[in-house]
């Protein structure tokens, strides 16, 4: 995905990666990266969490405008919500 992004980039268009894992991101140096504390696939917080999902999304935008040196990686302060025992 780096190697995409960074050609993406040369062309002038900005990207960002959502990512769970700092040793992968630094493997893959990607233009600029977002790190959460979720489950692999789910780089947007736990299913149904819609104003969860929107804030991250609008975080990720907000990084774009300030995430200025190539391979600026971030870690957002989120962390995975555990269920209820009601809810299980």
């Known amino acids: 995905m780096g190697l995409i992004q960074r050609m993406v980039e040369a062309e002038g268009i900005p ?7 700092p040793d992968r991101m630094n493997h893959i140096k990607p ?3 977002l790190l959460v504390k ?5 780089m947007f917080g736990e ?6 999902h929107r804030r991250i999304i609008l ?3 907000d990084a774009l ?5 190539p391979g600026a990686v971030q870690e957002l302060p989120y ?4 269920p209820d025992p009601e809810e299980s």
């Open 65 to 69: 405008k300030t995430m200025s040196e």
């Open 38 to 42: 979720f489950a692999r696939g789910c």
């Open 79 to 82: 962390r995975w919500k555990k």
């Open 31 to 33: 233009p600029r990266a």
């Open 47 to 52: 299913p149904g969490n819609i104003n969860r």
């Open 15 to 21: 990207t960002i990666s959502m990512g769970n894992a």
């Open 59 to 61: 975080d990720a935008l």
